[in-house]
């Protein structure tokens, strides 16, 4: 599995559904592409949402990310990340 960071803007329509049933049903669209969200946060700046989440490669990452999209009006920016120290070693290669 790979963790994949996804910064999430509300659309106006979407700031007015917020709750805890769609936050739940973004948790059931990432399970379906065979994801997992390890943590979600609410924001304040330029992003309204942060969801840290592991899928199994970049295609189910960005398929995740279009559906939690159009099913729910939430954009998102999903960005892949690595532990620091593995970033390490992969650098220390070189």
Do not use: C, H, N, W
Request: charged letters at 25%; aromatic letters at 10%.
């Amino acid at each position: 599995m790979y963790t994949f960071i996804m910064f999430g803007k509300y659309s106006p329509d979407a700031l007015k559904e917020v709750s805890e049933q769609r936050t739940r049903k973004v948790v059931e669209i990432a399970e379906r592409f065979e994801g997992r969200l390890t943590a979600m946060y609410a924001l304040l700046g330029a992003y309204d949402l942060i969801m840290i989440g592991d899928f199994p490669d970049m295609s189910k990452a960005l398929q995740a990310s279009i559906a939690i999209t159009s099913e729910t009006g939430i954009s998102f920016s999903t960005l892949p990340a690595m532990p620091v120290a593995e970033f390490d070693q992969l650098v220390a290669k070189k």
